[in-house]
């Protein structure tokens, strides 16, 4: 498939100004392609993900720095000192890992995920599973997605572990992207 219009381009990266439609055509053209099962996370796997058994508002801590996210450095958390605004998305893995390796997780772009938006998680599957929108006739409002992280567009407190953006599933911006999920527990065939 075609990838979208970034406004940024370079091999290393994120894809942005993709929307949640086209994130989640993304994942079945890859797993057409692969023959394994790719999708995007749920909420619940998001967030699980980027805490990396952390209690605290940042993986990394009880605050962030732009040493280790990209966003909207001359905008502080709590006492920190102003830091760099980079203007774009950076190459990825430019900033430190979280606690289980994985990188980028707050700030560089917001990353959706497959639940549809709700104000609360009042009736959430508590399984880690997606939240499934409900059925809508036509000429009803869009369906809104949970997007997760912050961005290289957002001050710092937007790129906390709990942070939540509710998005129309068509809306694309050059802060939006996607983190795809391989799903080692089943084929595609399944």
């Given at each position: 498939?075609?990838l979208?219009?970034?406004?940024f381009?370079?091999?290393?990266?994120?894809?942005e100004?993709?929307?949640?439609?086209g994130a989640?055509?993304?994942?079945?053209?890859?797993?057409?392609?692969?023959?394994?099962?790719?999708h995007?996370?749920?909420?619940?796997q998001?967030?699980?993900?980027c805490?990396?058994?952390?209690?605290?508002p940042?993986s990394?801590?009880?605050?962030?720095?732009?040493?280790?996210a990209n966003?909207?450095?001359?905008?502080?958390?709590?006492d920190?000192?102003?830091g760099?605004?980079r203007?774009?998305?950076t190459?990825?893995?430019?900033?430190?890992p979280n606690?289980?390796?994985?990188?980028d997780?707050?700030g560089?772009v917001?990353?959706?995920?497959?639940?549809?938006?709700?104000d609360?998680?009042t009736?959430a599957?508590?399984d880690?599973?997606a939240?499934v929108?409900?059925?809508?006739?036509?000429?009803?409002?869009?369906?809104?997605?949970?997007a997760r992280?912050?961005?290289?567009?957002?001050?710092?407190g937007?790129?906390?572990?709990?942070m939540r953006?509710?998005?129309a599933?068509?809306?694309?911006?050059?802060?939006?992207?996607?983190r795809?999920?391989?799903?080692?527990?089943r084929?595609?065939?399944?």
């Open positions: 498939g075609k979208p219009d970034c406004r381009h370079g091999a290393d990266l994120p894809v100004n993709i929307s949640w439609e989640n055509r993304f994942c079945s053209q890859l797993t057409n392609l692969t023959s394994e099962l790719y995007l996370p749920s909420e619940a998001w967030e699980y993900a805490r990396a058994g952390t209690v605290t940042f990394v801590g009880e605050t962030i720095t732009t040493d280790y966003y909207v450095g001359n905008h502080i958390y709590r920190e000192p102003p760099v605004y203007h774009g998305t190459p990825v893995g430019s900033f430190p606690p289980w390796g994985l990188q997780m707050h560089q917001w990353e959706f995920c497959a639940d549809a938006w709700s609360d998680y009736g599957p508590i880690g599973s939240r929108p409900e059925r809508r006739g036509q000429d009803q409002e869009p369906v809104y997605r949970v992280g912050g961005s290289w567009h957002e001050t710092p937007y790129c906390r572990s709990a953006l509710k998005v599933d068509d809306d694309r911006m050059e802060y939006y992207g996607l795809v999920v391989l799903d080692s527990l084929q595609a065939a399944q």
